[in-house]
């Protein structure tokens, strides 16, 4: 079975640093492109960082650039996210995204952790 499992989250001061992983089963890792998207209270989902499926290449949102990495490990089939200099306005919970394009079918597979919950809070 397809599975993502996202950790790491908790309750953090400003200027402090967590780091959220990933965990995927159930499919081919190393082939799927990567994302974190957040849902802040009251807002919609918002994109926050993608990584390409070797982990050569990676982009983020600009309210987050210079403080957060996304990084993976194919080895290990684990996603990261490192978030440094946290803000109050960093609080949301952060879902993890697996998405490939699937030949057969002509249509991308998409797949999604459940989230864990950051708070940024003094």
């Known amino acids: 079975e397809v599975q993502l499992v996202d950790t790491g989250g908790g309750l953090v001061q400003p200027g402090g640093s967590l780091r959220l992983s990933c965990a995927a089963s159930g499919f081919t890792f190393s082939a799927y492109a990567m994302s974190w998207v957040r849902q802040a209270p009251g807002k919609g989902l918002e994109w926050v960082s993608v990584?390409?499926?070797?982990?050569?290449?990676?982009s983020y949102a600009d309210s987050v650039k210079g403080r957060f990495t996304i990084s993976r490990d194919n080895a290990k089939n684990t996603l990261y996210l490192q978030m440094n200099s946290l803000k109050p306005e960093d609080t949301a919970v952060y879902y993890c995204?697996?998405?490939?394009?699937?030949?057969?079918?002509?249509?991308?597979?998409?797949?999604w952790g459940q989230g864990t919950q950051v708070t940024v809070s003094s």
């Open positions: 995204n697996a998405r490939a394009f699937q030949i057969v079918t002509g249509r991308f597979n998409d797949y």
């Open positions: 990584i390409d499926s070797g982990g050569s290449s990676t």
